[in-house]
Antibody
């Protein structure tokens, strides 16, 4: 069965970076794009961007350009998202979600990132 | 960006009731509309894709309809396990966008 296993919660300091992981199993990793989504109480669900694991090609929500960088490691079927220059506004739950032609059909369990000094 | 507006923001209904949740897009999204259910502390779960297609394993009491800018999710007979927040989501154009959610409660 399809599973997306995300890395554990992060407590990070302002101004630093964090790299989140999403390990896929149960399907051919390069057959589906991978999305990343941010969830906060105030802003709700926001789409960050998408990566094609086969080519490494990416597209980003303009709001997150320069903030998020999406990469993959095909050898381990893992997608990554690096968030840089962190501020308290980046505190959120972040999800990866498999893409089936725009249908985000399977989601990771989410990872909470807390930015605090 | 396409704005997705959901109504109501909170809905309280009784077990067995037929409930309807609404989602309005700021422009035509050509039926590229999905519905997700999110229970407390869990990831969103796909219920309906492309307006009216029931995801595998989802109970048939859930259904979707709509076109253009207006879409609905209907639960034909509300069950206690349906307590959750429901989000609509458009994938007609980038950036992909979500509605702000309808919180469904049991009276």
């Amino acid at each position: 069965q399809v599973q997306l296993q995300q890395s554990g919660a992060e407590l990070v300091k302002p101004g630093t970076s964090v790299k989140l992981s999403c390990k896929a199993s149960g399907y051919t990793f390069t057959s589906n794009h991978m999305n990343w989504i941010k969830q906060t109480t105030g802003q709700g669900l926001e789409w960050i961007g998408i990566i094609n694991p086969g080519s490494g090609g990416t597209s980003y929500n303009v709001k997150f350009k320069g903030k998020a960088t999406l990469t993959v490691d095909k050898s381990s079927s893992t997608a990554f998202m690096q968030l840089s220059s962190l501020t308290p506004e980046d505190s959120a739950v972040y999800y990866c979600a498999r893409d089936g032609m725009g249908i985000l059909d399977y989601w990771g369990q989410g990872v909470m990132v807390t930015v605090s000094s | 960006d396409i704005q997705m507006t959901q109504s109501p923001s909170v809905l309280s209904a009784s077990v067995g009731d037929r409930v309807t949740l609404n989602c309005k897009a700021s422009q035509n999204i050509n039926k590229y509309l999905n519905w997700y259910q999110q229970k407390l502390g869990e990831a969103p779960k796909l219920l309906i894709y492309n307006t009216n297609n029931l995801q595998t394993g989802i109970p048939s009491r859930f259904s979707g309809s709509g076109s253009g800018t207006d879409y609905t999710l209907t639960i034909s007979s509300l069950q206690p396990e349906d307590v959750a927040t429901y989000f609509c989501f458009q994938h007609n154009s980038w950036p992909l966008t979500f509605g702000s959610g309808t919180k469904l409660e049991i009276k």
